[in-house]
Nanobody, 119 residues
Framework: QVQLVESGGGLVQAGASLRLSCAAS????????VAWFRQAPGKERERVGS????????YYADFVKGRFTISRENVKNTVYLQMNSLKPEDTAVYYC????????????WGQGTQVTVSS
């Protein structure tokens, strides 16, 4: 069982940076792939990116490549989403989710944190 708690959201101006954190419970956190998703009002949820359990591989959606970076510190059971050059269209609720390395579905989800980017 894994419990996830996001933090770090807030209201910023366009061009600013934010770092979101996803703190996880559990002793085998390094065996879980973690992804960040976001959902804007009236839009479907979309995957922002993901990171493998060891942190040696990451994936990013085209709309954040070059601006967002995902990293993790397994000793702290924490995954980060560094967001730079934020745009108003990045406004959304951001969620972290985890799946066991051999699973296809993200089983565990956090409650989400709001990110609002003003123009």
């Amino acid at each position: 069982q894994v419990q996830l708690v996001e933090s770090g959201g807030g209201l910023v101006q366009a061009g600013a940076s934010l770092r979101l954190s996803c703190a996880a419970s559990g002793r085998t956190f390094s065996m879980y792939v973690v992804a960040w998703f976001r959902q804007a009002p009236g839009k479907e949820r979309e995957r922002v990116g993901s990171i493998t359990g060891s942190g040696d591989s990451t994936y990013y959606a085209d709309f954040v490549k070059g601006r967002f970076t995902i990293s993790r510190e397994n000793v702290k059971n924490t995954v980060y989403l560094q967001m730079n050059s934020l745009k108003p269209e990045d406004t959304a609720v951001y969620y972290c989710a985890a799946r066991f390395s051999t699973s296809r579905e993200y089983t565990y989800w956090g409650q989400g944190t709001q990110v609002t980017v003003s123009s």
